[in-house]
């Protein structure tokens, strides 16, 4: 808990260099193989302003810490919230709203249910 | 000669008000619409694990019904429909 989901990290994992393309992949959710073209393509027909760039990020930016997410949708959750934290939001109360439906629909059943046992016993008397 | 004269003042000016004050009126603005506080971002982590624990234990107990209550056509949804539920809220 006490590494932050919002923060950019260098990705040591999936790391062809240092880390820097996977971690802006995995901090924005783009495909990592698009990250890397557009930074291969930069570097060659730009300045050397990428190429500096990057050796600063992967000199000042943390290393990812070793199983931030406990798997794949929680990784998937927190690019939306780095995204879009509104919309994450929302998202978790629709949750929420669905679970409200759902247990609504078993209280229901069995308070209906039982009402109808109630009134088979009844007519049996 | 007095255009001679003023093109520096006005590149002076761009370069080290102009520049600087485009860049951090737009940092702050950044920093003020995107920024979540470290305790946001706990109670989003929070209630985003009640809710996925919340799931798990309302699937259980929904299938545990359906086993016990034939009759019992409740929002115990195939994995299917489950799936696309998922798919129309991310959409």
Known sequence: MSASRTKFYLDKQNAKWSGVCAGIAEYSGIDVVWIRVAAVMLTVMGSGMTLIAYFLIAWFADAKPYALYANREEAQFWQGVRSNPSRSTRDIKSRFRDLDRRLADIELYYTSHNKRLADEIDSLR | MAWEFFIPVFAIGILFLGLPWLVLHYVTKWKQAKTLTGE?????????????????RLQTVERIIAADHPDFRPAVRSDEELARIEMNRRN
């Open chain 2, 40 to 56: 946001d971002e706990q109670l989003l982590d929070e209630l985003y694990d009640t809710a996925r624990r919340l799931e798990g």
